[in-house]
């Protein structure tokens, strides 16, 4: 049989040596554009590398320093029918929402036509006083000290998206506002996302370690825009796991507790009022100064 890849064994031109695969061609080999997805998963306390749901690193140290490089338009919404229990079957969620607002298309039990009239946002429809459905965010992340490298999907639970924390424990909303009052992107900056040993189930918080040099950012934009990244903001934890869907169920039993969950109640937003002051803005490295200080 003569080989029809003689062409490519003939002295490679030495661009090509130094080369990496692109997205295009891992997508048409089946590979990690295509097939392959990677998250890390916060469950225990402890950073977990997921590849296609499989576990295949650890890491226990108390905080782990990233760099966001997209972001979920909107914070999403998760219902599961099923309770929860550890090493049992893993499913898709029954009910979702991208957009926090209307179930997906995708989602084979819908609860609702609106996420604000569902029976499963109710306090008290989960375990306690808490919501049945519940909130999340997905990240497009890349390794602080990996910035050209993989892209990783994190999707992260309420506790870690809303409330007002405290200065360099902040929650992602709170920490992209202080953040963006500077006038710096997320996107610029270093992250330090670090467990909150006092909650009781995995929570994250987030304050800023440097600002990114010039061609490291421009890296960032790129892996941002890349198909991973995209793949990273649009999938459930369940579709980037490749879990087989829940079965259609016509009763509505109890919300199952998912491995990165906490009760969380609904930001509430409250205007401005009239007389209040302004908060003082401060140069993003004063910021880091005065925690360096502490």
């Not at 990496?20 to 306390?45: C, N, V, W």
């Not at 429809?125 to 990240?139: D, H, K, P, V």
């Not at 990244?229 to 869907?245: F, S, Y």
Request: with cysteine; proline share 5%; hydrophobic share 35%.
């Amino acid at each position: 049989m003569s080989n029809e890849l003689a062409v490519l064994d003939q002295g490679l031109p030495s661009y090509l040596k130094e080369l990496q695969l692109d997205d295009a061609t891992k997508a048409l080999m089946g590979g990690s554009s295509g097939g392959e997805s990677k998250r890390i998963s916060i469950k225990g306390g402890v950073w977990r590398m997921m590849v296609n749901g499989k576990e295949v690193a650890k890491n226990e140290d108390r905080a782990m320093n990233v760099v966001i490089a997209a972001a979920a338009e909107k914070v999403s919404r998760t219902f599961y029918a099923k309770q929860y229990s550890e090493g049992g079957e893993v499913t898709a969620p029954d009910c979702w929402s991208a957009n926090g607002d209307t179930p997906s298309d995708k989602a084979k039990n819908p609860q609702a036509k609106r996420c604000f009239d569902c029976p499963q946002n109710a306090k008290g429809s989960g375990q306690g006083e808490s919501r049945a459905c519940r909130f999340s965010q997905r990240l497009a992340v890349v390794l602080a000290n990996d910035i050209d490298g993989d892209v990783f999907q994190l999707t992260l639970p309420g506790a870690s998206i809303f409330g007002s924390g405290e200065a360099g424990k902040w929650p992602l909303q709170m920490y992209a506002k202080m953040i963006g009052s500077k006038g710096v992107p997320v996107t610029a900056v270093v992250t330090e996302m670090r467990f909150d040993t006092s909650s009781a189930t995995p929570k994250l918080t987030f304050k800023p370690v440097r600002v990114l040099e010039p061609h490291e950012h421009e890296t960032v934009i790129q892996q941002g825009a890349s198909p991973a990244a995209k793949r990273a903001i649009t999938m459930t934890v369940a579709e980037a796991d490749g879990v087989k869907a829940a079965p259609r169920l016509e009763a509505k039993p109890s919300a199952q507790v998912a491995e990165e969950v906490e009760a969380v109640e609904e930001p509430v937003k409250r205007a401005a009022k009239k007389d209040e002051a302004p908060a003082e803005k401060k140069d993003l490295s004063k910021i880091l100064d005065e925690w360096d200080d502490q």
